[in-house]
């Protein structure tokens, strides 16, 4: 009886520890995009994002003036930039610099900016965060 629970055991273990390994290999990355208007139609979903790769440049004017939110955005084709989140540890985000790039990952829309006290302001919009990046040829 022992045997038999053992083995259903470490069968349950072994099909579901390969889901869930799995999980992250499953990501399709079916959408392609390079202008603001591919990424609103695509918000929170994952994508190939190509663009230029650069310094995070900060609002001149208005709240938040001169702040550095982030440290990168990517230039899209039509002009607009997008920030990059950089919590992936395993991309040098220092390397792509000023480069063209295809930024594979998930279009996020939502609370991008939010204030530690309780009471406070906290913005929307839109930020890329990235699983993997690669260089492209110009």
Known sequence: MKTVLLNLFFVFIISNGSQLFSQSDSIKFTTKCNTWN?????????????????????????????????????????????????????????????????????IYNGVVIKSSSPNGQQATGFRLDPFEIKLLKD
Do not use: H
Not at 75 to 95: E, F, M, R
């Open 38 to 106: 591919c990424l609103e139609e695509n918000k929170n979903s994952y994508a190939e994002i190509i663009g230029i790769f650069r310094k995070y440049t900060p609002n001149q004017q208005g709240k938040g003036a001169n702040i550095m939110y982030w440290d990168w955005e990517l230039l899209l084709s039509d002009g607009y930039a997008v920030p990059i989140g950089n919590s992936n540890k395993k991309i040098n985000y220092l390397s792509f610099n000023g480069k063209k790039i295809c930024l594979k990952g998930l």
